[in-house]
């Protein structure tokens, strides 16, 4: 057991290090190898010497549990990431992960927003929050968000000096440690002079109380100096209360999701939408097309004078 410990330390540090992963995806990693070496310990296994069939084993176990089939391919993916990375530094001479096929992933459609209804969450953002600067900073989150398709982490984490100046540009650090160049559009670069107003006024007072000033946009008194992530999609329900909207509908994803699809609609090229959400893979965009089919095609159903509908 504390061998299988130590693989998965060294493992997530190299991965760290070389791969430049980003924290959540490191996290990712450990709590799905550690499963697996906890399930190793119970059958009194190891990883310096289990086969491929006590893998195979293991995935049918999670199936026996009712794991969501995209939680048993990030398993299997972690693991095939640990056993590649043994197999390379000579702890096993084989790898017994390389030739499991894994369940795949369902066919899902990401969900998303209709522009009326983000502009109802946009609206909401100017009255969600006890406070002018409470507003200020919600509503400058959300025309960010919605001008730019950022993943949650990289909106939360800006740092302030990526957006002074009021730049037509922003430089992101996305995943993976990649940066990328997005656009803001005139709402988001509107609300960012207001909140960076604001913003400095805080910074001031701050600074006349001798104490540091922050360095994020949106800065928290907590660990990491700036608004959580899950700080981010608590608030963004309260949005969509306010805006008359099913809150289990609305999240940062959706909103990336809605970005990118209006993108689209509207007659964005597709590798031009793939740089701004930063995919690495044009695969992974495409998936908007078949949104942008199903809404055409769910438009002449319900309005198509000769559908059954």
Same mark, same amino acid.
């Not at 199903?294 to 509908?309: C, G, N």
């Given at each position: 057991m504390q061998d299988d410990i130590r693989w998965i330390s060294t493992f997530l540090q190299a991965t760290a290090a070389e791969a430049g992963a980003a924290r959540n995806t490191l996290m990712a990693y450990g709590r799905d190898l550690r499963d697996f070496s906890d399930w190793c310990g119970r059958k009194q296994l190891d990883f310096a010497t289990l086969g491929q069939d006590q893998i195979e084993a293991y995935l049918i176990d999670l199936d026996a549990q009712g794991l969501a089939r995209a939680t048993r391919a990030r398993r299997l993916a972690s693991i095939r990431q640990m056993f590649r990375f043994a197999y390379a530094e000579g702890w096993r001479d084989n790898d017994p992960a390389s030739r499991i096929a894994g369940p795949g992933k369902a066919a899902k459609l990401p969900q998303t927003l209709s522009p009326s209804e983000v502009t109802a969450l946009l609206d909401a953002a100017r009255r969600t929050g006890r406070t002018d600067a409470d507003r200020l900073r919600n509503i400058c989150l959300m025309e960010l968000l919605y001008a730019t398709g950022l993943r949650v982490t990289e909106l939360v984490s800006l740092p302030v000096n990526a957006v002074r100046g009021d730049p037509r540009m922003i430089m992101v650090n996305g995943k993976g440690n990649k940066d990328r160049m997005v656009p803001l559009s005139d709402p988001a670069r509107t609300s960012l002079t207001a909140w960076l107003a604001e913003w400095d006024r805080q910074a001031s007072k701050l600074r006349a109380a001798r104490k540091p000033e922050p360095k994020a946009l949106f800065p928290s008194r907590g660990k990491a100096g700036h608004l959580s992530r899950v700080g981010f999609f608590l608030l963004l329900k309260d949005m969509a209360i306010t805006a008359g909207l099913d809150p289990a509908r609305v999240s940062p994803h959706v909103l990336r999701h809605a970005f990118a699809t209006h993108m689209l609609e509207g007659g964005a090229d597709l590798r031009a939408i793939q740089t701004l959400l930063g995919h690495a893979d044009i695969g992974t965009t495409e998936i908007y097309t078949h949104v942008l089919e199903?809404? %055409?095609?769910?438009?002449?159903?319900?309005?198509?004078? %000769?559908?059954?509908?």
């Open positions: 199903e809404r %055409l095609k769910a438009l002449v159903l319900d309005h198509h004078p %000769l559908s059954d509908s």
